[in-house]
């Protein structure tokens, strides 16, 4: 089993107070977030874009184990994860995560890269943990 960890510290009350994130390799070390960089677009992290970047990641990575699982190699995969944050119920949710990903196959067909992608945008760990409607547009280049 693999386990990996971040960390966050907050400082005062919600829309004033400030909050730094670190990550276990302390790739992020510190970094600041708070209600002005989560929501009136202020400098600093906020948790989606945590989590976009999480499910990018992860999504590349597992597109590329289902191409090669098919004899495929891609040259390139860009992927791209936009998560929504909405007001739902008298409080906020993450409602859907839209994965935009375009690769670089050699030799692979429209039909093959689709499938691969359909399966990784279910079958990555990131989008198994999501609950929240997970849409995906898949661009062959």
């Known amino acids: 089993m693999i386990k990996k960890f971040g960390t966050a510290n907050w400082q005062g009350d919600l829309k004033t107070g400030k909050g730094k994130i670190s990550t276990e390799t302390k790739v992020l070390d510190a970094v600041p977030y708070g209600f002005n960089t989560?929501?009136?677009?202020?400098?600093?992290?906020?948790?989606?874009?945590l989590i976009g970047a999480a499910h990018a990641s992860c999504f590349?990575?597992?597109?590329?184990?289902n191409l090669g699982e098919a004899g495929l190699t891609a040259d390139n995969?860009?992927?791209?994860?936009?998560?929504?944050?909405?007001e739902v119920d008298g409080g906020f949710a993450i409602t859907k995560a839209h994965i935009e990903v375009t690769a670089s196959v050699?030799?692979?067909?429209?039909?093959?890269?689709t499938s691969a992608a359909n399966a990784t945008k279910t079958g990555c760990p990131v989008?198994?943990?999501?609950?929240c409607e997970i849409t995906m547009?898949?661009?062959?280049a």
């Open 38 to 49: 989560r929501f009136e677009g202020q400098k600093g992290s906020n948790p989606e874009e």
């Open 60 to 65: 590349a990575m597992a597109l590329s184990l």
């Open 77 to 86: 995969i860009d992927a791209k994860s936009t998560v929504s944050l909405e």
């Open 106 to 113: 050699p030799g692979a067909s429209e039909e093959q890269f």
């Open 127 to 131: 989008s198994k943990v999501l609950n």
């Open 137 to 140: 547009d898949a661009k062959l």
